[in-house]
């Protein structure tokens, strides 16, 4: 009989194995991570949203005020009926304190579009130009009205729909129930 070898083993690899360990803490941590991401998401797109909707406020009330602007420097411009006469007929007195410059206004169109006169009023003319509450409007203020009241409406109009958007997007509830919860809560519903 021959002698019995001795077969070494082979050496466990222990390097590159990899083992499985339970940790709670690491479980935990993975399964809430869900929950903490899709939260840090909504927060980031909240404040994006936030942040879009105070440029578009700021953009409105630049907007708003270029238009008044515009408005009130329309609204401050000389009638040529009154250049003409301050060129005429000016008379001037120097005091100690102060200057008085005294104009003669009898016949001076005050709107500078023919409706609205000192001394002799056109009651056919000032028609044209004048509202539902007898105001004399010139038509430039008339287009600087509807623009103003244009860019109020879609401004409101934005404001209501992200409302809305947001309150779809947070599971809000709608006011009115509809037909399956009032049978269910025991209103009667009746069909005409």
């Known amino acids: 009989m021959k002698p019995k070898k001795i077969v070494k083993r082979k050496a466990k690899n222990r390097k590159t194995k990899s083992s ?27 404040e994006q949203m936030e942040r879009k909707q105070k440029e578009e406020h700021k953009e409105w009330k630049r907007k708003r005020k270029e238009l008044m602007l515009n408005r ?29 410059t005294i104009v003669d206004m009898s016949d001076i169109d005050i ?52 409302r809305k958007n947001w309150q779809h997007k947070h599971g809000h509830k709608h006011k009115h129930a509809s037909k399956k919860e009032k049978i269910r809560s025991g209103h009667k519903t009746h069909r005409h």
């Open 20 to 46: 499985i360990m339970f940790d709670e803490t690491a479980r935990v941590e993975f399964l809430t991570g869900f929950k903490k991401r899709k939260d840090e998401r909504r927060k980031k797109a909240h």
């Open 72 to 100: 009130a420097k329309n609204h401050q411009s000389v009638p040529e009926d009154l250049k003409e006469l301050v060129s005429q007929s000016v008379e001037v007195k120097e005091l100690p304190n102060h200057t008085i």
């Open 111 to 162: 709107a500078g579009c023919k409706g609205l006169h000192l001394g002799k009023n056109k009651f056919a003319d000032s028609k044209d130009f004048s509202n539902e509450a007898g105001q004399v409007i010139l038509p430039r203020q008339e287009d600087n009205k509807k623009a103003l009241k244009r860019l109020d409406h879609k401004h409101l109009k934005n404001e209501h729909l992200k």
